[in-house]
Each structure stands twice: as structure tokens, then as C-alpha cells.
């Protein structure tokens, strides 16, 4: 099983982490997940489909909103944005995507990925 996201109303936190379930060990583990991932969320709907975890939609706080309102008791409701976008967990890359992240996380590389194949962009 894996939970991503979340909220927790008491500190008013949105949280972007992916947790991965052992049933085995009965234990909990966080991901170390690579890539640019979605905005912290909740409300989103998320599926398992082979190695691959799609992750759909859900609702973050508007960013840098002026129109706060703290006297408004619903103002935490209304100062969130839905979202419609899909995200891809892949559990089990192939050589290509591998490849793909060592290029994209590299300082030396940074800058140069317009100049490899369209096929690997």
C-alpha cells in the first residue's frame, strides 16, 4: 500500500511525501522519490497499476494570496486551489528513465539537455 500527500489541520500543513507499506514488517517507510513531484496536496485520488502509481488531482493552498482573511472561519476552504493534473510514480524505471535522472540531477549536465535527442528530453 502507499499514502502520498496529506494534511495535518493542526499545524494547517500540506504534505507531498509517498509512503510505502511493508505488510510483512507491519512498518512504514518514505521514499526517496527523484523528479519534479507534485505540489503538496490533499484530496487527490491515486491508483496502483502494475509499477506504476498514478496520482490524480487534489486540492493545495493558493500561494502568496493577498485576500487573507483570518476573521473568515472557512477562510482555510476557500484559500484552496483544485487541481487537475496527473502525476506518474514509476516503481520500476527502465535503463532510458534511469539514465534520464542521472542526466537531469547532474551539475555538469545542467543546461545541456537541449542538446540530446528529442527521444530523451
Known amino acids: ?11 494547517d500543513k500540506h504534505f507531498n511525501d509517498v509512503y510505502r507499506f511493508n505488510e510483512a514488517k507491519a512498518t512504514w517507510s518514505l521514499l526517496n522519490v ?4 507534485p ?18 488531482g487534489g486540492t493545495s493552498p493558493i500561494r502568496n494570496d493577498v ?3 483570518t ?3 472557512l477562510w482555510p476552504e476557500r484559500n484552496l486551489v483544485d ?8 516503481m520500476n524505471p527502465t535503463l532510458k528513465s534511469l539514465s534520464m535522472i542521472c542526466v537531469v540531477n547532474s551539475a ?6 537541449g542538446k540530446l535527442p528529442k527521444s530523451l528530453r
Open 67 to 69: 485576500r487573507c482573511n
Open 108 to 113: 555538469a549536465l545542467r543546461g545541456e539537455i
Open 39 to 56: 505540489r503538496p496536496r490533499r484530496r487527490q485520488c491515486c491508483i496502483m497499476i502494475r509499477d506504476k502509481l498514478y496520482l490524480f
Open 34 to 37: 527523484h523528479g519534479r513531484g
Open 1 to 11: 500500500m502507499y499514502v502520498f500527500g496529506g494534511y495535518n489541520g493542526r499545524d
Open 83 to 90: 487541481h487537475s493534473d496527473l502525476y506518474v510514480l514509476d
Open 71 to 73: 476573521d473568515d472561519p
